[in-house]
């Protein structure tokens, strides 16, 4: 809900990934793109060279963006997230 205020505002410009939408998600609404998080989908939107990455959610999520972001250039000092559980790095 604040994400869509942001955006109303003009302040953001979401990108939401759903991997699983039901019939009461509305895309453009409540998402941007079915599927799993895939960052070559927003490149031409996302001024990677200059922005911070911040993950949360499931490791497996987690490391799949954390693969693309290196993927694209990114600097670790950039990508900041927080890992629940044993493992401590996404790097692995």
């Known amino acids: 809900k604040r994400l869509q205020e942001l955006s109303s505002q003009g302040k953001v410009i979401p ?22 998080t895939d960052l070559a989908a927003i490149k031409e939107w996302l001024p990677v060279e200059y922005a911070e990455f911040y993950l949360c959610g499931p490791l497996a999520m987690m490391k799949s963006v954390y693969v693309q972001l ?23």
């Open 15 to 36: 990108h939401v990934f759903y991997e699983e939408v039901s019939s009461a998600d509305k895309l453009h609404h409540d998402y941007q793109y079915e599927g799993r």
């Open 70 to 92: 290196k993927a694209l250039n990114i600097s670790d000092s950039n990508i900041f997230y927080e890992v629940f559980g044993p493992t401590k790095t996404l790097a692995n």
